[in-house]
């Protein structure tokens, strides 16, 4: 039986020797086509596969170069809202005063004027004339139809703090120029005050227009862009119109109808479906499409394309621009094309090599392997240097750039956000972000980041920050970053810094309070004076009739030191409302300060205080009056004194700034700092901490006024033992120069 199963063997092992000798052209022939499809088709996947991660990959970085610019866009429209509404709220605007209404109109033109802003026109509704401030100057006409329709819109009630954005028109402007013309209308009512108008009227007055060419506003943020090395950026209205493109001859016009007339032959069906379908219902994300040209040189291109939706109000149905970076796929094509050739020769040759040998074949396919890891590694350094330059757009950008992932925990920040924070990366990342912001805020940061990951959103939010005990105010946008499924995986924020706007907002705002303020303290001041008169005059005729050491004679002294000390806070309040005339000259600020040290320098022995000086030898003159000057430096060394009756130190420092065309004066003391409460309300006129009978509270309102008035700036730095452990506050007043010419 053994034998027999060997001779089987043999027999089986031999059979298929012949077989295989018989037929072995068959056999290697079918081996090596099955052995080389399967090679191709590896190769074809794998290639496929590099391709789209390639593509995908470049498509979501325009995305971020389109989310940035709609972005920026954004902003710039925020600026030109948020003017149109300040111009609307000054008094010279809402009661015709046509001296003051000229030139607060000149400063917000001079103002807007790089965001694209053309003119402003303010329609007066009791004249029924518009008044126009443009590059020419000021002007008047009549109103055209479309413009009376705006007064009619302004005059509802119901759009009372609303601003119109209108469609983009095609509008001729300035030597017969065709402009694309966006109009932003805001209703003016009388609800500011003056001296001429103690008390708000609330009636409306009229309509502020201002005319913005909107090429102009988009091609400052979009003609910077450039994707790859030729890609470039386009804006278009939610009508389709070109609003910027390369193509200069583009611009204005309809997108479905110039590209089809520009190449009738071929076809821009998917384009088209993009725009209507994604773009123009303010959609964003990334797509390809067939183009006719690219850069001047015709020809059918496919491009790829990102779009990010330019939101220019936030109400239900609001209008809608976008923003779209396009590239060559070829490219991205290039970059990989050369390996894809190489590789598909070599699988041949190695294929081939597999007849002839395999230690040939297996040297062949280890120098293939070592070839094509060299390309890819020549190749992805190439995609990495693209992706530094990408990085270094961020890098280099003048905003605060991070992203947030779904733990509320900061991803990434660019070298500007960890300049302004005053922190390292390692202090930074990892950390959640409500550390950034103040305990107010940090939770209205949390609820927008997360409508952006649940709803896939663009917001924007407002909020002050503290960096290093000094407070400053951003504006936040925030947009969703989506994977390849279409989800949010981390939130990508634009932060920028507009505390010198605030500053300005406020400095406007307390300057017409100040002077509500001054116009109701004249009025109480006469008021009160007469009685004072009266009271201070039969006080006097009954101390004459009376002996000095009667008990009546005490109490009506007790009378007339009281009177008299109102009469003092009446004459306050009168020097504070009344506008003095005097005659300018020469100051020497250094000469003034030590003028009021020495009127102080009793009082300052008494309560152990030191003074320090750093006072400029070489300080310039001021333009000015020696005695107001004198009071300013009165008021802040008497209340500096005033808090430190423990001891202290006192500190003046004097020196020129700007190239010395303004002098900068520092007093600082060591005192107990004010409180964040008292911050904003210290320049405000009869506040006071002090007891009562001690401070008529009108030092430093007077003190803001004579500074304001002198064209100068006061502000103040302090810190309150919780804040810091060495205490105390410093005034800076900044006065400007007399030239050198003057």
Avoid at 201 to 209: E, M, R, T, Y
């Amino acid at each position: 039986m053994k034998d027999f199963f060997s001779r089987l063997s043999a027999f089986t092992l031999t059979s298929w020797l012949d077989f295989y000798i018989k037929n072995y052209k068959k056999i290697t022939l079918i081996v090596t086509a099955l052995f080389l499809g399967i090679i191709l088709l590896l190769g074809w996947i794998s290639a496929r596969s590099v391709r789209n991660v390639v593509v995908d990959e470049f498509n979501q970085q325009q995305l971020v170069l389109a989310r940035h610019a709609a972005s920026q866009i954004e902003n710039s429209l925020n600026v030109l809202k948020r003017e149109i509404s300040l111009l609307g709220l000054s008094p010279s605007i809402q009661y015709y005063e046509l001296v003051w209404m000229v030139g607060r109109m000149r400063i917000t033109f001079s103002t807007i004027k790089d965001e694209g802003c053309l003119e402003i026109r303010f329609i007066d509704n009791k004249n029924m004339k518009a008044h126009i401030m443009g590059d020419h100057g000021y002007s008047t006409g009549n109103l055209s139809p479309e413009e009376i329709d705006y007064l009619e819109w302004a005059k509802q009630e119901k759009n009372k703090g609303n601003i119109l954005i209108s469609d983009i028109v095609h509008m001729d402007y300035g030597n017969h120029q065709k402009k694309l013309i966006m109009k932003l209308i805001s209703p003016v009512w009388q609800v500011s005050i003056d001296d001429a108008h103690p008390v708000a009227q609330n009636k409306f007055s009229g309509a502020l227009i201002f005319f913005v060419d909107a090429a102009a506003l988009t091609e400052k943020v979009a003609k910077g862009i450039q994707s790859g090395r030729t890609g470039y950026a386009w804006v278009i209205d939610r009508n389709g119109t070109f609003l910027y493109h390369y193509e200069r001859d583009f611009i204005g016009k309809n997108a479905f109808e110039v590209r089809k007339g520009k190449m009738p032959s071929i076809s821009f069906t998917r384009i088209n479906e993009i725009q209507r379908e994604m773009i123009l219902t303010g959609k964003e994300g990334t797509s390809w499409y067939i183009s006719g040209w690219h850069r001047g040189q015709e020809g059918e291109t496919e491009k790829l394309i990102a779009y990010a939706p330019i939101h220019l109000n936030k109400e239900p149905g609001n209008l809608i621009w976008s923003v779209g970076v396009v590239a060559p796929i070829s490219e991205v094509e290039g970059a990989i094309r050369g390996i894809q050739v190489r590789q598909v020769l070599l699988e041949i040759v190695g294929i081939f090599g597999v007849l002839c040998g395999g230690l040939f074949i297996m040297g062949l396919m280890l120098r293939w392997s070592s070839s094509l890891k060299q390309e890819v590694e020549e190749k992805t350094k190439e995609l990495r240097k693209s992706e530094e330059q990408y990085r270094s757009l961020v890098e280099h950008a003048g905003d605060i750039i991070f992203t947030v992932n779904k733990e509320d925990k900061l991803s990434s920040m660019n070298r500007y956000g960890y300049n302004f924070f005053k922190k390292r990366p390692e202090e930074i990342l990892g950390c959640n972000i409500i550390k950034l912001f103040l305990d107010e805020c940090a939770e209205l940061h949390i609820t927008k980041i997360k409508e952006v990951f649940d709803a896939n959103i663009s917001t924007q939010l407002t909020c002050p920050v503290e960096v290093n005990g000094n407070k400053y105010w951003l504006s936040t946008n925030y947009n969703g970053l989506l994977d390849e499924n279409g989800n949010v995986f981390s939130v990508l924020g634009i932060a920028r810094d507009i505390t010198e706007r605030k500053k300005i907002e406020e400095q406007m705002y307390h300057t017409e309070k100040m002077a509500a303020v001054g116009t109701m303290a004249a009025g109480v001041a006469h008021e009160i004076n007469n009685p004072l008169a009266i009271i201070l005059g039969f006080t006097d005729l009954l101390l004459e009739k009376l002996p000095q050491d009667s008990e009546p004679y005490d109490l009506l002294k007790t009378i007339e030191k009281q009177g008299l000390h109102a009469k003092r806070i009446v004459g306050n309040l009168l020097s504070f409302a009344r506008i003095k005339e005097y005659k300018e000259e020469e100051v020497d600020i250094n000469e003034n300060i030590e003028t009021v040290l020495a009127v102080e320098g009793n009082a300052m022995k008494l309560n152990n205080i030191i003074i320090k000086r750093d006072m400029s030898e070489s300080l310039p003159k001021v333009k000015g009056h020696v005695g107001e000057l004198q009071q300013v430096f009165f008021n802040i060394i008497n209340n500096a004194v005033a808090i430190m009756k423990r001891g202290g130190t006192l500190t003046v420092i004097t020196k020129a700034i700007d190239g010395g065309q303004n002098v900068e004066i520092k007093i600082s003391d060591t005192g107990s700092g004010i409180k964040k409460e008292y911050r904003t309300k210290i320049f405000d006129p009869l506040f006071t901490t002090k007891q009562v009978g001690e401070g008529t509270g009108l030092g430093l309102s007077i003190t803001y006024s004579i500074v304001n008035k002198q064209g100068g700036t006061i502000t103040f730095e302090t810190k309150t033992k919780e804040e810091s452990s060495e205490t105390g506050t410093t005034f800076i007043i900044i006065l400007p120069s007399i030239k050198s010419d003057e």
